[in-house]
């Protein structure tokens, strides 16, 4: 890990829900977890389905 970077830039996420490689934007802010909205909510109600406080 490079400390003179910022941490959004070296972070590599994949979607929990499709897998998919999330694409970080660089500056302040917190990390990108889903693809897109519908993804992340696709999740969350799959993960309350199953009986996870979500």
Do not use: I, W
């Not at 694409?23 to 389905?49: E, F, H, I, N, W």
Request: hydrophobic share 30%; glycine share 8%.
């Amino acid at each position: 890990m490079d400390y003179t970077k910022s941490l959004k830039s070296q972070t590599v996420a994949t979607c929990p829900h499709c897998n998919a490689e999330v694409a970080q934007v660089p500056g302040r802010g917190r990390l990108r977890l889903y693809c897109t909205p519908d993804a992340g909510k696709a999740y969350r109600q799959r993960m309350r389905a199953l009986g996870f406080p979500v």
